[in-house]
């Protein structure tokens, strides 16, 4: 058996026709792979990311509701607050301007004498100001018809600015109601 050389060194340079064709197609396939994880990655951190907005917006509507719940009970503690309607201009004064409301502390009435108008001013105070901290820009609305006498409905709404609200995905102000009749 002989063995042109030649013939067999130069069959080995040239590439076949379905081997030149094949030349850049790895490193397209690897580009491809590429993009498509980036695009899997981006997709899994805006649902991150939204996941966070509506964990962010569900501590805000429970402390709300905890909220509206709170100033029922106080008010069902002091009804003669809720007479007088002390409760009510407590909760206009905080909602109009927290910052301002919040700075001038009321009289302290743990463990002291206080008038049914002063407790209901504490309480306000005490719900908005320490209480509100998750909630983003909260106010508070206590409405019961006149005279407010027993058995009369009481309205307690709580609202608040939502964060979701920065991407549209929920309106810019959200509210919850509470009610309840009065003994």
């Known amino acids: 058996m002989t063995c042109n050389l030649a013939t067999a060194v130069q069959s080995d340079q040239r590439p076949s ?28 951190a805006g649902m991150h990311s939204q996941a966070l907005r509506s964990t962010h917006d569900s501590i805000q509507r429970s402390q709300a509701l905890w909220l509206a719940n709170a100033a029922a009970e106080l008010m069902k503690l002091n009804p003669s607050g809720l007479n007088s309607s002390s409760y009510q201009a407590a909760a206009v004064n905080a909602s109009s301007n927290l910052s301002s409301y919040c700075s001038a502390r009321p ?63 929920l309106a810019a102000r959200q509210k919850i109601e509470f009610s309840f009749n009065r003994n």
């Open 17 to 44: 026709a379905s081997t030149s064709r094949q030349k850049g197609v790895g490193l397209i396939e690897v580009m491809v792979g590429v993009l498509i994880f980036v695009s899997g990655v981006i997709a899994v």
């Open 107 to 169: 009289v302290q009435c743990i463990g002291a004498s206080c008038t049914p108008n002063q407790m209901a001013t504490f309480d306000v105070y005490e719900l908005m100001c320490k209480n509100a901290n998750d909630i983003i820009n909260p106010t508070i609305a206590i409405n019961c018809p006149p005279p407010c006498a027993s058995g009369a409905m009481v309205r307690i709404a709580v609202g608040w600015d939502s964060r979701g609200a920065e991407q549209g995905i």
